[in-house]
């Protein structure tokens, strides 16, 4: 009985072996999980998020987190409020969206909020 030589797994720096070529597990994993967010990322590019995003920075044009301090600067970003994670309903949901200006959205995106 013959086995296929083992190799590294395809991915930089990673020590493991599989059976053939490809991905360990870990990393094809990954690699999954990368593929579908480029799937939802590319939804912030459809004429959709375009017009909603436009609708809500008419009707609330001032940014949420510099109103609740006091003070008034323009929103240019629109943030979900709870992270969508992929799920569809969330994204496209209104009451998850909050007009940002990009210095708060900057903090709120390297806080990993």
Do not use: I
Not at 16 to 23: C, D, E, K
Not at 91 to 96: E, L, P
């Amino acid at each position: 009985m013959s086995h296929a030589p083992r190799r590294f797994c395809a991915t930089p720096g990673c020590g493991s072996t599989v059976a053939g070529r490809g991905h360990c597990p870990t990393h094809a994993r990954l690699r999954d999980t990368g593929r579908a967010n480029a799937e939802v990322r590319r939804l912030y590019h459809t004429t959709r998020w375009r017009r909603l995003r436009t609708a809500l920075l008419q009707e609330e044009p001032l940014c949420r987190t510099c109103q609740a301090g006091g003070q008034v600067e323009p929103a240019t970003d629109v943030d979900h409020v709870q992270p969508h994670e992929g799920d569809l309903m969330r994204f496209w949901q209104w009451d998850n969206l909050q007009p940002l200006c990009a210095t708060c959205h900057s903090r709120k995106t390297q806080a990993g909020a």
